[in-house]
């Protein structure tokens, strides 16, 4: 997937996230009624400025609009099992951990 089409990606699921219509981001961003439909839909870009904008009404960092990972078809791919695996591989080296020191402290 290309930087713009992440952009977009992102710009649409922040949105959303904040319970924002386009219309309502763009009334925020003092902007003409389609800019935000224009943008989501690839026709334009905003500038560095609008950008920041957009992060400061949608409170998130610019690079989260970037980052590939936070895109929504990411987020679908999210693989649930490796997630729990990985967690429990680390509950149970701390488990492993506090259970050798209070076998070592009781035979002191």
Do not use: H, W
């Not at 334009?44 to 920041?52: C, K, T, Y």
């Not at 970037?66 to 999210?78: C, Q």
């Not at 695996?85 to 402290?105: A, F, H, P, Q, V």
Request: net charge neutral; aromatic share 10%; proline share 3%.
């Amino acid at each position: 997937m290309d930087l713009k089409q992440i952009f977009i990606n992102n710009l649409k699921f922040y949105r959303k996230q904040n319970g924002m219509t386009q219309n309502e981001l763009t009334l925020a961003l003092d902007k003409s009624y389609n800019y935000i439909n224009s943008v989501e839909q690839g026709k334009i870009m905003p500038s560095f400025d609008v950008i920041e904008q957009i992060c400061n009404v949608l409170n998130i960092k610019p690079s989260q609009l970037f980052d590939e990972d936070a895109s929504p078809e990411n987020i679908r791919k999210f693989n649930k099992e490796e997630y729990i695996n990985g967690i429990s591989e680390k509950l149970y080296d701390n488990l492993k951990k506090l259970i050798t020191t209070e076998i070592r402290k009781s035979l002191n």
